[in-house]
């Protein structure tokens, strides 16, 4: 019964995200002030009809309703209650569901926060919004819906993928989709602004708050993914350029050009267009990033299923969506000119230049992931790219970004006297020279010619973007959110480059052959095989063994790989035993009983690779502060000369 | 005005950057990119000698061999027209078995495929897609693949 409940609710919200599509679009496009009223409530509405189906769902799973093909599929006797709740998103139909409740979310906080935004634009943006969650419960209704029943039902579940079944795993795919989605509302804000005709600053400071909201979430999303991949599946380290971290990572790219972009909007009211066309690129890209991971078209470990129904569907979605928006982009944006000049010294250059090698970023990984399918499309005969290619050019972007970074945080508006910024110019990279060369040489010792430039950069970076935010404290001026965010955000890239320069540099890996009591030497470090012994858990079992980890003879830590058999998928999984010290992570995992008394081991030392995640934790949380800025709280409807924003110059 | 002047430079730089940039993504997509052959190709020699290549098919049951206390493995991957010997000698993934879809990458050498990477998914249901066609014409004796369908 409470499954039919669950599928009831998801045809009302059905109904209801077409009655806002229409009442949204319409209402607007005929100022009908009685059409328009009829948006928030249908918002409201569609918000709890699709909770209660999560709720239906959520019950079924933890009531052990095998009747459910889904809840058979993805849960079992054995599996803790909290992983029966993450069961939920652990495969394709609960994690559309999840999909369309997070723009649920998101909608019901628009439809909340827009109260002071001009009516018929506030429709527009929700009718939109409508319009993305409709395709959504179309697609679920119609492919995947996962209150299927089955027939007999069986006794017990097949059991939720045992690499599945992890705390971080489990709130990876919600951040995730709070970042993807959320891009929905700032491509929503794109769409109603090109509908209205009008593209003002007031515009880009309504969208910029949620379009860093969305950005943050999307940055702890795959830092998280990232992390989990790094001691679940046991690969040992921080990223693959598999597909599917790829398909998520584009959209990162192109959401960091558009917060860049949103702020020369804001401030100078410049690159309209351009901004709007970055809107509706993000969003395209994560409607991309679910048709590449769902349809099972790419070869990755998140391909669950290869379902051609599904990947034509989301296809066909993606077609409509991205060909809709540009199509209303080539009608409406040549009205919306940004009238502003500046020179090639000012911000909004900078500002400039950071969107051009970011989106030469995104396009470098977008080439990368897609080659493959293209090449088959076309019959050509099938090929693979790999990380060699991505770690070869990827730099060629990034490199010459963390300089401009470095430069432009000192450039102001509209004029280019980076002359008068000398003193700061050439004092931060003379400390990141000296600070940078010294760590690389004495630390740890000459690398790859790339390792000091990078590591040189990174401390570039940060010392750069503590120039202002310190000057202001000095000068006792007040340090608003969203300079503190930047600079918390800009530290947060200067670290992350600094870790993955040593990560990929100084990293010393061996897989052995050890019986008991043998070791391995890394470096200073030896990793002793001590012993192995049996292990139990709810739903698995396996073995454990000892590690004790020397430096200098003196043992410094003792890690517990395991070997875990699930009894109901009858599948092997690796759990990584690490140490994490503060300047490096010492890794052990568990291979296969070789036979003679010897077991495979894969004996890692990463450096500073815990900052690579940190690093994207700071660069979340300075979105956070950035994205409650007191601004853009301020009910006063902007106009297009804002005092305010000329004071605030420095604050972008 | 000068910004105009100024402008056009940044236009050309972007521009500029923006050639060399993709000269740069196809001399890496040369140098990088492999291709993928399957066993019957393997043993009608479309290979380039010493190239590296992606090998996918079938473990063949009842072939994989490990050097007691060392990590050597040694096993078979066949489309059921012709098979290829494989020496491996790192970790292998989890969900690596006989009788299941594999891609390796290395190179051959003396009629060895010499692997220095195996993928296996982590669902056992799974089959990589380039295998599946491999196989398509090539259908497998009954009960051989559980599950490939």
């Known amino acids: ?652 | 005005m000068m910004a105009r002047h100024k402008r056009m430079v940044v236009v050309g730089c972007i521009v500029a950057g923006v050639a060399l940039a993709a000269f740069l993504a196809m001399q890496a997509f040369r140098a990088n990119v492999m291709f993928f052959f399957d066993p019957s190709q393997v043993v009608a020699g479309e290979v380039p000698a010493g190239q590296r290549f992606r090998l996918g098919g079938m473990v063949v049951k009842g072939s994989i061999e490990k050097k007691p206390g060392t990590l050597d493995v040694h096993f078979l991957v066949t489309d059921y027209k012709h098979t290829v010997p494989v020496i491996y000698s790192k970790i292998l993934p989890d969900l690596f078995r006989d009788g299941q879809g594999v891609v390796a990458h290395g190179t051959m050498q003396a009629g060895t495929f010499v692997a220095d990477e195996v993928l296996a998914k982590h669902d056992e249901k799974y089959m990589p897609p380039e295998v599946a066609r491999s196989l398509k014409d090539n259908p497998p004796p009954p009960d051989v693949i559980p599950g490939a369908t």
Not at chain 1, 35 to 48: D, I, T
Not at chain 1, 558 to 565: A, D, G, I, S, T
Not at chain 1, 593 to 616: E, F, H, K, M, T
């Open chain 1, 1 to 652: 019964m409470i499954p039919e409940l669950g599928q009831f609710a998801l045809i009302l919200a059905l109904v209801l995200s077409g009655a806002q599509t229409f009442f949204g679009l319409a209402g607007a496009a005929r100022r009908d002030e009685r059409w328009q009223a009829v948006v928030r409530p249908a918002v409201a509405g569609q918000f709890v009809l699709i909770s209660t189906a999560i709720a239906a769902l959520v019950s079924a799973f933890v009531n052990f309703d095998f009747s459910v093909l889904y809840v058979a599929s993805n849960s079992n006797s054995a599996l803790p209650t909290f992983y029966r709740v993450a069961a939920l998103w652990g495969a394709h139909e609960g994690s559309l569901l999840l999909w369309a409740w997070i723009l649920s979310v998101w909608t019901l906080a628009v439809a909340i926060f827009s109260r002071h935004l001009p009516a018929s634009f506030a429709s527009r943006v929700m009718g939109v919004l409508g319009f993305v969650s409709m395709g959504f419960l179309i697609f679920t209704l119609a492919t995947s819906n996962p209150f299927e029943r089955i027939l007999p039902v069986p006794a017990d579940g097949r059991d939720l993928n045992p690499v599945l079944q992890d705390p971080a795993l489990a709130i990876h795919p919600p951040l995730l989709y709070m970042g993807y989605v959320g891009f929905a509302v700032a491509f929503a804000f794109a769409c109603a602004a090109m509908l209205e005709g009008k593209l003002d600053q007031a515009w880009a400071r309504w969208t910029r708050p949620w379009t860093t909201l969305a950005w943050a979430f999307l940055s702890v999303g795959i830092a998280l993914g990232s992390w989990w991949a790094y001691y679940e599946l046991g690969w040992g380290g921080y990223w693959f350029w598999d597909p599917v971290e790829n398909a998520s990572f584009m959209p990162w790219l192109v959401g960091t050009a558009l917060i860049h972009s949103l702020a020369a909007t804001e401030k100078r009211g410049l690159f309209k267009s351009w901004t709007l066309l970055l809107a509706i690129l993000a969003f395209s890209l994560s409607l991309l990033g679910t048709f590449l991971v769902r349809s099972g078209v790419l070869v990755s470990v998140h391909s669950f299923a290869a379902d051609p129904t599904r990947g034509m569907f989301i296809l066909g979605f993606l077609v409509i969506v991205i060909g809709g928006a540009l199509t209303l982009y080539a009608w409406r944006a040549p009205l919306l000119k940004s009238t502003a000049g500046f020179d090639v010294g000012a911000r909004e250059a900078f500002l400039l230049y950071n969107n051009v090698l970011l989106v030469a970023a995104g396009a470098i990984v977008f080439i990368g992931t897609l080659a493959p399918l293209i090449a088959d499309a076309f019959g050509a005969p099938s090929i693979s790219v790999g990380t060699p290619w991505f770690t070869r050019l990827f730099p060629v972007a990034m490199l010459p970004l963390l300089a401009l970074v470095s430069i432009g945080i000192h450039a102001s508006w509209k004029q280019g006297r980076l002359a008068t910024q000398r003193s700061r110019l050439t004092l931060g990279l003379a400390i990141a020279i000296v600070v940078g060369l010294l760590v690389v040489f004495a630390a740890y010792g000459p690398g790859r010619w790339l390792t000091p430039v990078g590591v040189v950069l990174g401390i570039w970076v940060i010392v750069s973007s503590l120039f202002d935010p310190v000057d202001r404290l000095r000068r006792r001026l007040s340090l608003s959110r969203a300079i503190l965010g930047m600079t918390l955000a800009h530290i947060g890239l200067g670290v992350c480059v600094i870790a993955i320069a040593a990560v990929e540099t100084y990293t010393i890996e061996r897989d052995v052959a050890l019986a008991q009591g043998e070791s391995v030497a890394l470096g200073r470090y030896a990793y002793r095989f001590d012993s192995i012994e049996p292990l139990e858990g709810p739903n698995y079992d396996g073995v454990r063994a000892v590690v004790t980890v020397l430096r200098d003879g003196q043992p410094v830590a003792v890690l517990h790989p395991e070997k875990r058999n699930y009894w109901v998928q009858r599948s092997t999984l690796t759990e990584a035993g690490i140490h994490s010290r503060w300047n490096m992570d010492l890794f052990a995992a568990l291979g296969d009983d070789l036979g003679a008394g010897r077991w495979s081991v894969r004996a890692q030392i990463r450096p500073l690779i815990n900052y690579v995640w940190l690093a994207a934790g700071l660069m979340a949380l300075g979105g956070l502060l950035a994205a409650s800025d007191r601004r853009y709280k301020s009910k006063v409807p902007a106009t297009e000369t804002n005092p305010a924003a000329a004071a605030g110059v420095q604050a972008s």
